[in-house]
């Protein structure tokens, strides 16, 4: 194995540690392991050219916290658990040998797991940036639900403003086919109104 940066190594030491204290006895520990963990993620996932760092270094954990999994009783923090795990068990089924770099589909299924997994931790926004970066903005449409589908669509309209022909239009598109999939109808009219305006200019 490659030597670690001092960065790398200290994040290694820290996924380290939560994933011993995921298993404390005190659900309040847990849950702010678990929390950590998600954190971790999140923010380690805005960019998806190979395996993002915190779900390389929790990997070789995958059994340990898959064995407290089982014993777990049935909570919220357990659906926490379970949605680490699934990512976790994911990159371990399409990360090649050499673990760096993934074919372009193994890609795309752990983008897709990754952006599951944002969608139900109110993680929108990064959800959206992900989408954006490997140019697959569609995809959203499949992860949104009732829950969700409004901030997702603010995040969708507000960052419109920002980009460039045509990824701003894309942005508007895709919040147009998700407020319309929810039969949210003055939304939709509101954002077709925006569409009109960019085609007119």
């Given at each position: 194995?490659?030597?670690?940066?001092?960065e790398?190594?200290a994040?290694?030491?820290?996924l380290?540690?939560?994933?011993v204290?995921a298993?404390?006895?005190?659900?309040g520990?847990q849950k702010l392991?678990?929390?950590?963990?998600?954190?971790?993620?999140?923010?380690?996932?805005?960019?998806?050219t190979?395996?993002?760092k915190?779900?390389?270094?929790?990997?070789?954990h995958?059994?340990?916290?898959k064995?407290?999994?089982d014993?777990?009783?049935?909570?919220e923090l357990k659906k926490?658990?379970?949605?680490?795990?699934?990512?976790?068990?994911l990159?371990?089924?399409?990360?090649?040998?050499?673990g760096?770099?993934?074919?372009?589909?193994?890609l795309?299924e752990?983008?897709?797991q990754?952006?599951?997994?944002?969608m139900?931790h109110?993680?929108e926004p990064?959800?959206?940036?992900l989408?954006m970066?490997?140019?697959?903005?569609?995809?959203?449409?499949?992860?949104?639900?009732?829950?969700?589908?409004k901030?997702?669509?603010?995040?969708l309209?507000?960052?419109?403003?920002?980009?460039?022909?045509?990824d701003?239009?894309?942005a508007?598109?895709?919040?147009?086919t998700?407020?319309?999939?929810?039969?949210?109808?003055?939304n939709?009219?509101r954002i077709a109104?925006l569409?009109?305006?960019?085609?007119?200019?």
């Amino acid at each position: 194995m490659t030597d670690l940066s001092e960065e790398d190594q200290a994040l290694k030491e820290q996924l380290e540690l939560y994933v011993v204290r995921a298993q404390d006895t005190d659900p309040g520990v847990q849950k702010l392991a678990l929390e950590s963990m998600r954190q971790e993620i999140r923010s380690a996932t805005s960019s998806m050219t190979s395996v993002p760092k915190p779900l390389k270094f929790l990997r070789p954990h995958y059994g340990t916290l898959k064995s407290y999994f089982d014993i777990m009783p049935e909570s919220e923090l357990k659906k926490y658990m379970a949605d680490i795990l699934s990512v976790l068990a994911l990159t371990m089924s399409v990360e090649g040998e050499r673990g760096e770099d993934m074919p372009i589909d193994a890609l795309m299924e752990l983008v897709q797991q990754i952006v599951s997994f944002h969608m139900k931790h109110n993680a929108e926004p990064e959800a959206v940036d992900l989408l954006m970066e490997v140019e697959d903005l569609d995809l959203l449409v499949e992860h949104v639900d009732s829950t969700n589908y409004k901030r997702a669509c603010l995040y969708l309209t507000s960052m419109s403003r920002f980009h460039p022909a045509p990824d701003d239009q894309l942005a508007l598109d895709i919040a147009y086919t998700i407020y319309m999939k929810f039969e949210d109808l003055a939304n939709a009219l509101r954002i077709a109104l925006l569409l009109d305006n960019k085609v007119i200019r």
